[in-house]
């Protein structure tokens, strides 16, 4: 399947990094030096883990280094640290590497105070190379001997893989490949959607991805409360009374059992928290006890604040004429109001707003974490089965026809959305005109090889698992293109603040 890949099995007396080296002839051969890269990088990852030191991979594209280390560094050397690995290191080199600290140091939060040069120097060429350069404290050369240190230390690690190489080199050819054709395609969709903003006349469509990441509970999670809930209020059968413990263990033992349609649980619990005569207030009053009393809310979501930020108007022109929001809670208006920034929450059909105003439609309902800044909004939340049933049935409620106008109108951006709704997918094919290029943009998770692939998977499986998610990949590109969707892949939820942040830059 991949020609060339041959890779005889490896026989090395002594395990240090010469004769590692020698093994792969490094100097000589290019696909050599890609492997030798490849061990280095393992070996060093390596010692990152085992001295719990959390490192970031920095994609070269982007950034001349190859590690940035936030809390903990090597050799006492303060952090945060950025790490860059040569195999040479003549003095034009490590002076380019210095300059480059320097150069990006401001550029990056938190600010990295030190640099740490991995090579393949020894001791004696290490000495010379400082000798002849001004290197303060915050940089250092490291070379053969940090190596050997951690090879020395681990020769099990290092053994089996120098043996399993092609194992691994077979698995990073895959990585590669997949990598370079998704990530180019993102490149080109991020740099549409980068004028698609700039230009105006665009929305946020928001999830409960963004809730989450302020450690608001998640759907599952706000069933789950609110089942629990429900089994202590029910607990007084018999005069008996149960600990904490014991109702939340049989509540989720039920719901595994019992809870297959998320909508039909949540009218279940809406009929069994509430009584006939008590009003849809009772009802929002126990959710904004679940929502906002059950974690403490993080305040720095990095993801609200760059959210924030993109409603920020330039001197030229408001990029985001508005807000669609299919959450209960105001943790963006709360955003906005320590930006300063203007806007109107409009949760039923009779609200108007300013020209002046940031409009944020709350098309499922609105509970504010301060209920008293909005006695004014009046509006029913949709949260059971029935509630999507009233909606589904008419075409002309008003959260159908705003969501219509804009998905007609304007440019969308979807974040925290999985886009399993099927009334979002209703009213994109409605509006979706197949003979016109996607106007909007979601931001979904990719399917990472590993979930789908054994603890220790063969060749074979990572190979049929790989072809598999390819396929699978591209069938989601082309449903939601066919939706007027272009879909801005990212593999960890922390990505999305980064992706965001190129808009602004």
Known sequence: MYKGLIIQPFIIEKMNIDEILKEFNYHIDLDNYRNIILVLKKIIEHYFE???????????????????????????????????????????????????????????????KSLIIISLLDNSEIEKTIRNKEIGHSIQILGKSF?????????????????????????????????KMWREDRDKIIADLISKYKSGNFSLLLGAGISCDANLPSWEQLISSLLVKSFSEHQDINEQKYDEITIERVANQFKKNQFNSALLSARYLKKSLTRNNETNENFKNI?????????????????????????????????????????????????????????????????????????????????????????????EIVFSEDGYHKIYSDPYHWSNLVQLTHLREKSCLMIGLSLDDPNIRRLMDIVSNPSLPPRHYALLQRVKLENLTPEQPTSSETALAFNFLKSHHHLQESIFRDLGVNIIWYEEYSDIPDILEMLLN
């Open 287 to 379: 959710i904004h006890e679940v929502l906002y009393k059950s974690k403490p809310i993080k305040r720095d979501s990095k993801l609200i604040e760059i959210i924030g930020r993109l409603c920020i108007p330039t001197r030229m022109r408001a990029h985001i004429d508005s807000i669609i929001t299919y959450n209960f809670d105001d943790l963006i208006e709360q955003k906005l109001n320590l930006l300063n920034l203007k806007f109107h929450v409009i949760a039923n059909s009779l609200e108007s707003y300013s020209i002046q105003e940031i409009p944020i439609y709350h098309v499922h309902g609105f509970i504010p974490e301060d209920l008293e800044k909005y006695q004014n909004v009046n509006n």
């Open 147 to 179: 190596f050997n240190k951690i090879i020395s230390s681990d020769l099990k690690f290092t053994k089996n893989l120098i043996q399993n190489f092609d194992s691994l080199k077979f698995k990073e050819i895959i990585s590669n490949k997949n990598d």
């Open 50 to 112: 085992v001295n719990g030191i959390e490192f970031i991979t920095i994609d070269g594209r982007f950034l001349p280094f190859d590690y940035y280390l936030k809390t903990k560094s090597l050799n006492d050397i303060e952090a945060p640290t950025l790490v860059s690995l040569v195999t040479s290191a003549s003095p034009k080199l490590i002076h380019n590497i210095i300059n480059n600290f320097y150069q990006h140091q401001h550029s990056i939060d938190p600010k990295p």
